[in-house]
């Protein structure tokens, strides 16, 4: 009975935990299970989840991405000053931040797959080096319309409005950043289960020996892994711009943490116990829901990480006592 009751914990807890969270706030707050509202914690979720996104695939090759909270950063004042700074067409302001999260991505994998240095210290270093970057890049300010310069000068740009809309605008009443990740969630789920090199992936992380016994190339597959989780945090920070309409430095500084948390989580959703999208997205959805839950209850903003904490230290438990389990 132990045994059935923790392997259905494993499977289900995430999933158990995300209703009762939802049921004890629609108790106590008469407005929180709403259209208007659930569409806000989905929104507020999309960009975390992005940054997310591309710290699933950078773990299922057996790695770890610490640079995304930088990445997201310098795309986003990228972003802000191409249009305010250089009044860039909208399809260069949407290249460029790609392009800089790629090739973060192309340095990053250098470091770890040919000059063999760990993940964890590669990307490390890569975090304090992007940081250093974008606000030596910003000058320490945040890019704003029309913002002064200390010599007087104004910048002659503004924020794109068509480009505003990916953050803030609606869809038939649903925000457009929201659509955007469900569309993403569905192919990179697709991708990762249902395509060959979606398998590599995972079978490189898992036994990266027996995958190149097996005629994989463990190199390129690692590389690809770390460019594309570069690419998602640019798409975060091109986000990130659009919704608040400024480029801040530092931006995602705070979002590493909670991406790493939601995709943490979403290991022990139904069972999987590796990194997987639809479990990266429900611990996103799940990080959401207590904090906004916590927010309309009046809760002090800086007890939330003590909440958040303690729901990583119980998914992370549960899933690593049962895998543990498992292998003896």
Do not use: C
């Amino acid at each position: 009975m132990r045994e059935k009751l923790l392997n259905l914990s494993f499977k289900y807890g995430a999933l158990v935990v995300v209703v009762l969270v939802l049921a004890f706030f629609s108790f106590r707050l008469p407005y929180f299970f709403t259209y208007s509202n659930i569409s806000d914690i989905l929104n507020s979720i999309a960009i975390v989840t992005f940054v997310a996104i591309g710290v699933t695939l950078s773990l299922a090759v057996d790695g770890f991405d610490l640079s995304v909270g930088s990445t997201v950063s310098l795309s986003t004042v990228v972003t802000a000053t191409l249009m305010i700074w250089y009044q860039m067409p909208l399809y260069i302001v949407l290249i460029v931040p790609l392009a800089i999260g790629a090739i973060i991505g192309l340095l990053n994998a250098f470091l770890i797959v040919k000059m063999r240095i760990p993940d964890l210290l590669a990307t490390l270093a890569m975090m304090y080096i992007v940081g250093g970057i974008h606000k030596t890049y910003a000058q320490g300010y945040t890019i704003y319309n029309h913002m002064q310069f200390p010599d007087g000068s104004k910048a002659a740009g503004e924020m794109d409005k068509t480009f505003l809309l990916l953050g803030q605008g609606k869809w038939l009443g649903i925000p457009i950043s929201v659509i955007l990740l469900l569309i993403f969630v569905v192919l990179v789920h697709f991708f990762l289960t249902r395509t060959k090199y979606g398998r590599q992936i995972y079978v490189t992380g898992g036994n990266e020996e027996a995958a190149r016994l097996s005629g994989i190339k463990v190199k390129k597959v690692r590389t690809l892994a770390y460019v594309a989780s570069g690419v998602f945090a640019a798409i975060g920070g091109i986000l990130f711009a659009s919704r608040v309409g400024s480029g801040q430095i530092d931006a995602g500084a705070p979002l590493l943490m909670e991406a790493v948390a939601a995709v943490f989580v979403g290991f022990s959703v139904l069972g999987a116990g590796k990194p997987n999208i639809i479990g990266t997205f429900v611990g996103s959805v799940l990080i959401g829901v207590l904090v906004n839950g916590l927010t309309m209850m009046n809760v002090q903003y800086f007890a939330h990480d003590i909440v958040k904490g303690a729901v990583l230290v119980l998914a992370l438990s549960v899933t690593f006592y049962v895998l543990n389990r498992s292998k003896t």
